[in-house]
C-alpha cells in the first residue's frame, strides 16, 4: 500500500487517545478476576466503558456474546474512521474463519458448532465456497475448502475435525500475515510475525498432545507462510527437546516460566506469557503520533482486554476458582 499522509490520520488519532482512555488499567482488571460474589462483579463492570452493555446483572450469564459485541462495535468504529480499514479488520476476520469451521464441523463431522453472532458471511455463502462454486469471497476461501475436499474420507470420518482446523487455523495465520506485509508499516509485521510463531507453536503443541498425524500437521499445516524452519523443527521435536529450541527465538524470556510449570500446565502458561511477550512488542505504539501502528497498538490492547473479559465474567458465572482464573488471565496494555 502507498504510504499514507499524517493529516489523513488527526481524526482516528484523536480518537484513539480517547478509546485508549477507556481501556481497563491492568490493575482494575487484577481486582475484577479476585471478585467474588456476582452483585460485586456486576458492580465492578458498571465502572467501567462496559457499563451499557450490562445493563441488568442477568447479563452477566451472556457474558461471551455481550463482549464479543462490544468488541466488534469498537473495531467497527476504528475502520469507519480509518484510511486503511484492513488495520481494522485484521482483528474482525477471525469471526468468519470460526463460522466457517462451524459450517464445515456441523456438516461435515456431525458436530454441534455455534457460529459466531459476528460474522458477515451467510450460510448459503459458505455452502457455495465448500461446493467449489464461484463467491465474491477472497480466493483463499476456495483454496482452503479446495484443501478439506482433497483430505477429507469416508474411511477416516474421525480425521476430519483435526483436517478442518489445521487448514483453517493455518489458512488465517497466513492471512494475516499477508496483511501485515501489504499494509507495510514496521511494527504490524514484526507483531503479525510474533503471532504467526506464538500461534502455531501452541497449535503444533496441542496437535502432538491430542496426537495428531505429524504427517498431516506438515500437509495440512505448515504450508505457505507457515512453511518455516523453527516451525518444522518443532514438529518434529519431542517436546523434551522444545526448550532449547524455543531459546533460540524471541520467546526466549519466557521458556523458563513456561517449563517450570507443571507438565499439565505448560501448554496454558505458555498462551498466557506468549500472548504478554507479543502485546509488549504493541506498547510502543502508543508512543506513535499518527498512523495505523497507533491504531493497531490499540487494537491489539482491545483485543487483550476483550479476552480478559470473556475470561473473568463467565469464570464468575459459573463459579471457575479465582485462583484459575488468575494463572489464565493477560497483562493489559494500560
Known sequence: MAPIAAENWC???????????????????????????????????????????????????????????????????????????????????????????????????????????????????????????????PDFWARAAAIIRAEISEDSPGLTPQVIDLVLDAEY???????????????????????????AAEIIWRAKADSYDNGLLRRLFLRDELDAPALRELAGLTLEDWPDRLRTTFLEPIVEEVFSAPQREQITAFARLSEDLLLDGARPAKNVAFGPDRVFGYLCGLRTEAYNLRLALAGKVNRISTELLQARVRRQYV
Open 173 to 199: 495465520l497466513i492471512q494475516q500475515v499477508k496483511t501485515a506485509r501489504a499494509i507495510g508499516y514496521p511494527l504490524i509485521i514484526t507483531w503479525v510475525e510474533g503471532l504467526k510463531t506464538v500461534k
Open 11 to 137: 481524526f482516528l488519532t484523536g480518537r484513539i487517545a480517547a478509546l485508549e482512555a477507556r481501556l481497563i488499567r491492568d490493575d482494575y482488571m487484577q481486582r475484577l478476576v479476585a471478585v467474588e460474589g456476582l452483585d460485586d462483579v456486576f458492580l465492578s463492570i458498571s465502572d467501567t466503558g462496559y457499563k451499557d452493555y450490562f445493563p441488568i446483572i442477568e447479563k452477566l450469564h451472556e457474558a461471551d456474546s455481550v463482549i464479543s459485541s462490544a468488541y466488534v462495535d469498537r473495531v467497527l468504529e476504528v475502520a469507519r474512521y480509518s484510511p486503511t480499514p484492513e488495520v481494522a479488520g485484521m482483528f474482525l476476520s477471525g469471526f468468519e474463519f470460526w463460522n466457517f469451521k462451524s459450517y464445515l464441523k456441523n456438516k461435515l463431522a456431525d458436530l454441534q458448532v455455534e457460529p459466531s453472532e459476528h460474522g458477515s458471511v451467510t450460510e448459503d455463502v459458505w455452502e457455495r465456497v465448500y461446493d467449489g462454486l464461484k463467491t465474491d469471497l
